[in-house]
């Protein structure tokens, strides 16, 4: 009678495990969504291109000159932030100034942002180099006027240059701000954060 009574409580204690160690993996948090484990929602990056002969980063002038730099510098600093489902804006830091492509291609820094001008779609390649393509213009980000490859793919690498953050940018850092659409199903962008997994991860330095 013992051993029965011993038994049966084996037997529920092992019916209760089965059902409540997998709810306890559903609640948590690293299970229940991948996007958790990505925080930074404001990619700060160098892009980098290349040739068999040539290397070049992405630059930003205060003046409005886009240019190619052979090694990193406070000019290639840049700051990616998705504006709006499947789109991109990209941002220099030191020259506060955005990326832009006018209706020829001409590549160009606005300190106002212009939708028609400043707004790209990133698309990842199976080679892991990202294509920046004008949301408006379908035109390409490149560094030739030719538009042509290699200079028109970018590998997003991670910035380890320190920057000198300005007072007013402290106080107001508020140059990705967007105005909630409120007659969007989704008015504070909080779908956003998806489109930061477009981009790969380099951890080149």
């Known amino acids: 009678m013992f051993l029965f009574v011993v038994l049966s409580l084996l037997s529920h204690c092992s019916v209760s495990l089965s059902f409540s160690i997998p709810r ?40 409005g000159t886009v240019t190619g730099a052979p090694t990193q510098t406070v000019h290639t600093v840049l700051e990616l932030k998705a504006i709006k489902p499947g789109q991109t804006a990209i941002w220099g830091v030191e020259s506060s100034l955005y990326l832009c492509v006018d209706v020829s291609g001409q590549l160009t820094a606005l300190s106002v942002f212009l939708d028609a001008d400043c707004s790209f779609v990133e698309l990842l390649q199976s080679d892991g180099y990202t294509h920046f393509l004008s949301a408006h213009h379908k035109l390409p980000v490149s560094l030739t006027l030719t538009h042509t ?16 953050t300005k007072a007013d940018e402290q106080d107001n850092p508020g140059h990705f701000e967007v105005e909630p659409d ?8 909080f779908r956003q954060t998806i489109q930061n997994l477009r981009s790969p991860v380099f951890h080149m330095e």
């Open 24 to 63: 306890l993996l559903a609640l948590s948090p690293h299970d229940s969504s991948p996007l958790l484990a990505f925080g930074d929602q404001v990619r700060q990056r160098h892009l980098y291109t290349e040739s068999k002969h040539r290397s070049f980063f992405l630059e930003i002038f205060p003046n």
């Open 149 to 164: 490859f290699p200079y028109s793919q970018f590998l997003p690498l991670r910035n380890s240059l320190i920057i000198e």
């Open 182 to 189: 409120l007659d969007s199903d989704d008015p504070l962008g």
